[in-house]
């Protein structure tokens, strides 16, 4: 009896640390939307938004104010400049991305 006693104790502090590791590697959306709608220039300057798979697509007023290097900080894995519009490869966060800056935006 003792024994199953051990392995559920064992079983509730590895699941714990599962847990305080999975918070710890979360990412909060609106700290870093709030972030990326700054390095585009702020809300004003964003004209349109899509996202197709892993990329965010932008249309910006100007796009000279763009800080693609934060951008980059923050997780993007590539940025391609087309005309006024930015294409941001940022994996899985772009559609909570996306949905978070339409929201902030309205």
Same mark, same amino acid.
Not at 11 to 20: E, G, P, S
Not at 57 to 64: A, F, M, R, T
Not at 81 to 84: A, K, M, Q, R
Not at 98 to 106: C, M, N
């Given at each position: 009896?003792?024994i199953?006693y051990?392995?559920?104790i064992i079983?509730?502090?590895?699941?714990?640390?599962?847990?305080?590791v999975? #918070? *710890?590697?979360?990412?909060?959306?609106? =700290?870093?939307?709030? %972030?990326?709608v700054?390095y585009?220039g702020g809300k004003d300057?964003?004209i349109?938004?899509?996202v197709n798979?892993?990329?965010f697509?932008?249309?910006? %007023?100007?796009?000279?104010i763009?800080? #693609?290097? *934060? =951008?980059?900080?923050l997780g *993007?894995k590539g940025i391609v400049?087309?005309?006024?519009q930015?294409?941001?490869i940022l994996?899985?966060? *772009?559609k909570?991305l996306? %949905?978070?800056?339409?929201?902030? %935006?309205?």
């Open positions: 009896m003792n199953n051990q392995y559920i079983l509730l502090v590895l699941l714990f640390i599962v847990i305080i999975l #918070k *710890a590697n979360k990412k909060d959306f609106h =700290i870093e939307a709030n %972030k990326l700054d585009l300057n964003i349109s938004m899509e798979m892993s990329r697509k932008v249309s910006l %007023k100007d796009v000279s763009v800080n #693609k290097e *934060a =951008i980059q900080k *993007a400049e087309i005309d006024n930015l294409k941001i994996g899985p966060n *772009a909570p996306l %949905k978070y800056i339409d929201d902030l %935006k309205r």
